[in-house]
């Protein structure tokens, strides 16, 4: 079992940077893929980024390519997404979602999820 904790959502201008955190509790920390999805209003939940087990892979959607990077700090149990270059069409709730061994791009593949923080970028 994994319990998930995003935070550092908010409200930034097009063009700034937010950066969001996601601390896991539970054990084996590193038996896990950890995955940031975020979701639209009147759109269905979306692949953001993703981070292998090891930390040395990263997969990420194309419309945040360039922009955003994941990350992992094994020590505080915590992943992070930094946002740079943000966008309107990026406004949504982001959810942090754990699933066990192998990375996953799809939503249904994960089985554990955070609660989700807010991300609004006006234009």
């Known amino acids: 079992q994994v319990q998930l904790v995003e935070s550092g959502g908010g409200l930034v201008q097009a063009g700034g940077s937010l950066r969001l955190s996601c601390v896991a509790s539970g054990r084996n920390f590193d038996a896990y893929a950890m995955g940031w999805f975020r979701q639209a209003p009147g759109k269905e939940r979306e692949f953001v980024a993703v981070?292998?087990?090891?930390?040395?892979?990263?997969t990420y959607a194309d419309s945040v390519k360039d922009r955003f990077t994941i990350s992992r700090e094994y020590a505080k149990n915590m992943i992070y997404l930094q946002m740079n270059s943000l966008r309107p069409e990026d406004t949504a709730v982001y959810y942090c979602?754990?699933?066990?061994?192998?990375?996953?791009?799809?939503?249904?593949?994960?089985?554990?999820w955070g609660q989700g923080t807010q991300v609004t970028v006006s234009s």
């Open positions: 981070i292998t087990r090891s930390g040395k892979n990263t």
């Open positions: 979602a754990a699933r066990a061994l192998v990375a996953a791009s799809r939503a249904e593949a994960y089985a554990y």
